[in-house]
């Protein structure tokens, strides 16, 4: 199974942006997706997750409100869309994957994408 993350880049204050995650490999079924972060010398953190049909959401408190998730199964991919972004946004993304539950837990996830980055400037 492999995830890849794309959709990062530069961007001011009270910006949006909108990140992918394709899943390929085998996905006989889909996948509870989560989102994560890590500034740099910060430990990495939950964002956000999402249950397979897509009618569970969960959110970090720090992002509730202001991101979303969302999923098309039938292209294998999942969405984080960003809005009113801040500075202590800045992190690099990655999705995660993983066959049980939706979970905050980072070692709960199976899979992982290579992370993309989100710089937001003030």
């Known amino acids: 199974v492999q995830l890849q993350a794309s959709g990062g880049g530069l961007v001011q204050a009270g910006a949006s942006l909108r990140l992918s995650c394709v899943v390929s490999?085998?996905?006989?079924?889909?996948?509870?997706m989560g989102w994560f972060r890590q500034a740099p010398a910060k430990e990495r953190e939950f964002v956000g997750a999402?249950?397979?049909?897509?009618?569970?959401?969960q959110y970090a408190d720090s992002v509730r409100g202001r991101f979303t998730i969302s999923r098309d199964n039938a292209k294998d991919t999942v969405y984080l869309q960003m809005n009113s972004l801040k500075p202590e946004d800045t992190a690099v993304y990655y999705c995660?994957?993983?066959?049980?539950?939706?979970?905050?837990?980072?070692?709960?996830?199976?899979?992982w994408g290579q992370g993309t980055l989100v710089t937001v400037s003030s």
């Open positions: 999402i249950n397979r049909s897509g009618g569970r959401i």
């Open positions: 490999g085998r996905t006989k079924s889909p996948f509870v």
């Open positions: 995660a994957a993983t066959v049980d539950f939706i979970s905050t837990m980072s070692h709960e996830y199976d899979y």
